[in-house]
């Protein structure tokens, strides 16, 4: 029978050099993971007070410290003079400017220590005005610019249980006990808590030794407001009994800066915070939520006067909350930031109530998901500084004057600039449940075609009272450039939405409530047309791996899921977290002693016995939000129940498992490999087809996936795997000698050698595949290994086939001691007893092996080897059946294989060849013709 070469080797010279063009051309690359380390983004502008100058934190990640590096910068409001003012390994943050404009103070932490520093604007002296023990916070000028307060932890007073005795001289005892009696006593993030109470300081701005000005067993918290005349500062406590079990209730108090008096200046119930004196000081502003036990309350803009009198609500209509308040110069309005939809805007209220907008798009400072984030910062004159990020990159600064807006830094164009990053689309739905109107995003894989099908990942947030939105986001940027469409949906419950839709989901959360939110967005961006419906994936950290791991109980859906730093039980949960006094009162009906049902059913693991979804699990070790034993519980029962699944654990990392950038990189990069250990490509529908049989099929898919990724080394050395298993062995060699020039790493090289070795045995070429093996040997000595035991079984197969038994056997032996109890050491073991004669201990041996994991076609030939040379030709035969029916039809290899001479003389053997025979030319035909 003549072949022509099939269509798809023909063209595929053009084709590869059309890619070699195009890739040429192509542009940017898309993001990879070690591009993380090279992300930078403005955080905290601070501009000057008039207007002219922004300084900034400049945050960066270090590759050699595996940190992220905070430096300070300035640039000119017109976008000129862009430098640094305080570089280097340090950590520098907070700048403040003094009223005068002439001086900066900021923080400067270097490892243990911390330190106030002040720079003289106009010479560049700096000098260090106080060292601290502990970080500062709330740094802030006097309203002469004498002096600096700010707060900082102090260490409480407390009295032992009781006095140990005393230890001998040169005595070793064991760590004395730790008496915990507190009802804070550790916290995310910093482990257990010393018991320390947070003060209000003053110190000389040219330097001296702090002044604690506040006093008692309380926390004072900042921001700090100085009166105008500079006698008190503005601070918030709360100074109740049970002030540790109600979080959410604080006062607003003046503090004396020189004799510590203090005075109440508002006592509601609820919270009173932010505080800040207007610039004649006859009123205060200050953000109040009351003292509803919920879960989300939003926060307004209250003023009164500097007295305590005349109380007035200013954003009472906007239902949304304030996060942030700032006096205009003149006194008439306030300057305040909030979110609405997903969008953090600057707004801006007069006396009277009457809200506008002044600047609407301030994100960027949270780099791994798309949460809203940044800061803004307001002058005398009214120019406003601001963190302006998008859907395609992280936070730069921006101003926006009374006349126009501009963006001052490029902080990414040098990465972010060369890189094809996915397209972030809004999309808009209704929840199936109830019809509840729902705002998400989709992200499109870079390259995308509307016309192609594309695997899906569900991100779901945290909080949940928190929101995604159309922000950067390195994780969910990575997902799209490994091809997957991501789909985030603000589900009920998100903030942004107002207070109605925040507290839907009170009570209810995890529930069949959000699920249907997220399950509904997942359907919305299906109907669009472009989803695989067989690749769908779901993930989530914190309250978004809750949700992630409820679903799972819910729908098989999904091909696997990620769950990040969940909650799989919400009894052990809330009385483990270091959240307990404030979740249980404000998300709970009640204790969970009182309310176990409800606590229960809202766990995922009441519903761990419907899990089908294989589930990868990461969690930081000394995670005190979400503890590692909410992972253990989920990870253990997934094991009882005999799912797939797998526990990550971040050595000494709390909640925030991606703190640090390698952190991120391993949270994204191993939830990918999951996801593509259970994502059905071309590559694993062509294997499940080789697995039932279907070995046309297999190849035929393969075909037309090679014409759509010419470039996929992976592919044709699939497509070459599935046309030896047909007995196309020259297009099977031509295929591994493609696929090995697609991709030149030393791997790609080393199975394209080897597996050409292997077809040329089937075809004869003895002789052709000894030399290449030979060459194997050098390319993996070069690279300092040595053949493993698969690679010398064929060796020496190839050795018996041509008659040099003795030097087979040697081979045999070799594979064996390399790895007595693999599959291939163990069919040496059988060519072996087979070559010594020894047929009865081969039955015994070929029978046992049949329990093995002998399944394919391919490794069925071996027991038909086995039983046809010890002389059982009927056990042969079946096996011979059994690789025919796996969709191994390679005739020309069994047709003339020389170890079944003898049984090719069977009538029976004849008829198993003849349907062998059959299948081969027809597809090989079809091949051929489909091709051309």
């Not at 910093?190 to 006093?215: M, Q």
């Not at 490794?859 to 011979?880: I, K, M, P």
């Not at 039809?889 to 004849?910: E, G, H, M, T, V």
């Amino acid at each position: 029978m003549t072949r022509q070469t099939p269509l798809f080797l023909r063209t595929l010279a053009v084709l590869l050099s059309v890619a070699v063009v195009e890739d040429t051309a192509a542009g940017p690359a898309r993001l990879q993971a070690i591009d993380i380390f090279d992300i930078e983004y403005a955080s905290d502008p601070r501009i000057s007070p008039d207007g002219a100058q922004v300084i900034y934190e400049r945050r960066s990640n270090d590759i050699m410290t595996d940190s992220t590096r905070s430096n300070l910068w300035v640039v000119n409001s017109d976008g000129s003079e862009h430098r640094p003012l305080v570089s280097g390994v340090i950590k520098a943050s907070s700048p403040r400017w003094s009223n005068q404009g002439d001086r900066i103070a900021y923080v400067v932490s270097d490892g243990d220590n911390s330190g106030i520093h002040v720079r003289w604007m106009d010479t560049g002296q700096t000098a260090r005005v106080a060292s601290l023990r502990e970080a500062p916070d709330a740094l802030s000028w006097s309203p002469d610019d004498r002096w600096l307060a700010f707060t900082m932890d102090v260490v409480a007073e407390s009295e032992p249980l009781v006095t140990p005795p005393e230890k001998p001289e040169n005595a070793t005892w064991a760590d004395p006990v730790e008496v915990i009696d507190t009802v804070l006593y550790r916290a995310d993030g910093k482990g257990f808590l010393e018991p320390a109470f947070s003060h209000a300081f003053v110190v000389p701005s040219d330097g001296g030794t702090p002044r604690r000005i506040t006093s008692g067993d309380f926390n004072f918290k900042g921001p700090i407001s100085w009166a105008p005349d500079g006698s008190h500062v503005l601070l918030t406590t709360n100074q109740d009994d049970d002030w540790a079990f109600n979080l959410y209730e604080s006062d607003i108090v003046a503090v004396s800066v020189v004799d510590g008096s203090l005075r109440i200046v508002t006592d509601t119930d609820g919270g009173e915070s932010l505080p800040r004196y207007s610039p004649r000081g006859d009123r205060i502003a200050y953000v109040y939520n009351d003292s509803r036990r919920l879960a989300y309350r939003n926060k307004a803009i209250h003023i009164i006067d500097a007295d305590g009198g005349a109380r007035k609500v200013l954003t009472g209509d906007l239902d949304r909350s304030v996060i942030d308040v700032q006096w205009a110069a003149d006194g008439r309005s306030l300057y305040f930031m909030y979110d609405d939809r997903a969008v953090r805007k600057v707004g801006q209220v007069d006396l009277s109530g009457q809200v506008g907008v002044r600047v609407a798009g301030i994100s960027g400072t949270a780099l791994g998901r798309p949460y809203m984030s940044g800061s803004f910062t307001v002058s005398r004159n009214g120019v406003l500084a601001y963190t302006r990020g998008s859907a395609q990159r992280p936070a730069d600064v921006a101003v926006k004057t009374r006349r126009d807006e501009r963006v001052l830094t490029r902080l990414n164009e040098d990465l972010l600039g060369n890189r094809e990053l996915g397209e972030v689309h809004e999309i808009v739905y209704e929840s199936s449940i109830d019809g509840e109107e729902i705002q998400g995003w989709y992200v499109t894989p870079p390259g995308f075609d509307a016309s192609k099908k594309y695997p899906l990942i569900l991100e779901v947030h945290g909080g949940p009272h928190s929101a995604y939105g159309a922000h950067f986001s390195a994780e969910v940027q990575r997902y799209a450039a490994e091809g997957y469409v991501v789909v985030y949906p603000n589900y009920r419950g998100s903030t942004s939405y107002g207070e109605r839709f925040a507290l839907l989901l009170q009570n209810k959360y995890s529930s069949k409530w959000d699920f249907a939110d997220n399950m509904s967005a997942v359907d919305a961006v299906i109907d669009l047309g472009f989803i695989d419906t067989d690749n769908l994936f779901i993930t989530g950290g914190s309250a978004g791996g809750a949700s992630s791991a409820y679903a799972i109980g819910l729908t098989d859906r999904f091909r696997a899921a990620a769950v990040a730093k969940p909650v799989i039980n919400w009894i052990s949960k809330t009385l483990t977290a270091d959240s307990y006094t404030r979740q249980i009162t404000h998300q709970f009906p009640g204790m969970p002693w009182e309310e176990f049902e409800h606590y229960w059913q809202r766990s995922a693991l009441s519903l761990v016995g419907n899990v089908v979804t294989p589930t990868l699990l990461i969690t930081g070790e000394e995670d005190f939000r979400t503890p590692i034993s909410e992972t253990e519980q989920f990870y253990q029962a997934l094991k009882l129940r005999q799912v797939d699944t797998v526990m990550i654990r971040v050595p000494g990392s709390a909640h925030g498992i991606a703190g640090r950038p390698s952190r991120m990189i391993a949270k994204i990069e191993n939830i990918l490999a999951w996801f593509e250990r259970y994502r059905s490509t071309e590559l694993s529908q062509a294997t499940q087809h080789m697995r039932k049989g279907q070995t046309e099929d297999a190849i035929r898919l393969l075909q037309e996936a090679t014409t759509s990724h010419p470039t996929s080394s992976a592919l044709y050395a699939k497509l070459a795997y599935a046309c030896r298993y047909a007995g196309l062995l020259s297009d099977s060699i031509d295929l591994y000698q493609q696929a090995k020039a697609l991709d030149a790493g030393f791997d790609s090289i080393l199975s394209a050698e080897r597996q050409s070795a292997k077809a040329e045995i089937y075809l004869g070429k003895y002789d052709a595949a000894l030399e290449r093996y030979a060459a194997i040997r050098d390319l993996t000595a070069a690279h300092g290994d040595e053949p493993d035991e698969k690679m010398l079984f064929y060796e020496g197969l190839a050795h018996l086939y041509k008659g040099n038994e003795q030097r087979a056997l040697q081979l045999f032996d070799e594979s064996v001691r390399h790895e007595p109890d693999s599959l291939w050491s163990r069919f040496a073991t059988g060519y072996k007893l087979a070559a010594l004669g020894r047929h009865d201990e081969l039955i015994e041996f070929a029978k046992r092996l049949t329990h093995d994991d002998v399944a394919d076609g391919e490794r069925r030939y071996r027991l038909v080897h086995f039983f046809a040379l010890a002389g059982d030709s009927d056990q042969a035969l079946r096996h011979l059946e059994a690789a025919l029916a796996a969709g191994n039809f390679n005739y020309p290899y069994i047709s003339s294989d020389p170890l079944l001479a003898k049984l090719r003389q069977s009538p029976a053997f004849a008829a198993v060849m003849g349907e062998m025979r059959r299948r081969y030319e027809d597809f090989a035909a079809g091949f051929t013709r489909e091709a051309g």
